[in-house]
């Protein structure tokens, strides 16, 4: 048996945040908070009824309230052909979720005073080669996870998420090789959070995978 998925599968990941009262406001009347067991009971219904209508052949959910897991499970077949059911062994690929991770992990670099948002990425990455035609003085860190750089790259990208030719230390120089685009649209694209992984390097000696692992995951 195999923990490989299809490309078909899913993940679901379920954060709860408690409700707050920002010092000053009113506060907003609420009901009773629900207890853990009712919130777990509620999404495990919710998960279930997403297989069985076919929405995707499988989910893993895992579910975290108060600093607690509550409910961590796995539903539906990783394999269809074969029948292959899902459980606490399979590996789910989460795919561009990992962004979120990432951005997380940069912003606790920011509340700990690391780094800025609003700071020139030249200055978080001094070592890094831009474009020629590009002032990547006027880009910030902002700009790179909101996906506004304007800035089309293959090489990074497709090393990082599928080939792993190139080591992650020459990806600073490989920056060069972007192209340039016309506009201020948001264009959505792994290289903003391939730069963000870069900043954290450069902040970080255990490197942005050990960071994200102790810090984040």
């Known amino acids: ?7 078909r ?9 408690a409700a707050s009262v920002v010092p000053g406001e009113p506060a907003v009347a609420q009901g009773p908070r629900p207890t853990p067991e009712a919130v777990a009971r509620a999404v495990d219904s919710l998960a279930a009824r997403v297989v ?39 590996l789910w690929y989460v ?19 690391l780094i800025d948002f609003n700071t020139p990425i030249t200055t978080l990455l001094p070592q ?5 035609g590009v002032d990547a003085s006027q880009l910030t860190l902002a700009h790179f996870l909101s996906h506004t ?29 972007a192209r340039p685009r016309s506009g201020h649209d948001l264009v959505y694209s792994n290289f903003g959070y391939n730069v963000a992984a870069m900043v954290i390097d450069a902040r970080r000696p ?6 994200l692992d102790s810090a984040v995951y």
């Open 1 to 7: 048996m195999t923990d490989r998925l299809s490309a």
């Open 9 to 17: 599968t899913s993940l679901l990941v379920v954060s709860l945040l």
């Open 52 to 90: 069985a209508e076919g929405l995707t052949p499988a989910l893993g959910v895992a579910l975290v309230m108060d600093g607690r897991t509550i409910l961590s499970r796995a539903y539906g077949l990783t394999d269809v052909t074969n029948r292959v059911p899902a459980d606490d062994r399979t």
């Open 95 to 113: 795919a561009s979720t990992s962004k979120s991770f990432t951005g997380f992990g940069v912003s606790l670099l920011a509340y700990q005073g």
């Open 128 to 132: 890094a080669e831009w474009p020629e």
């Open 149 to 177: 750089h304007q800035l089309q790259d293959i090489a990074i990208v497709m090393t990082a998420a599928f080939t792993g030719e190139f080591p992650e230390s020459q990806w600073p120089a490989m920056i060069r090789y």
């Open 206 to 211: 255990e490197g942005w995978r050990r960071y």
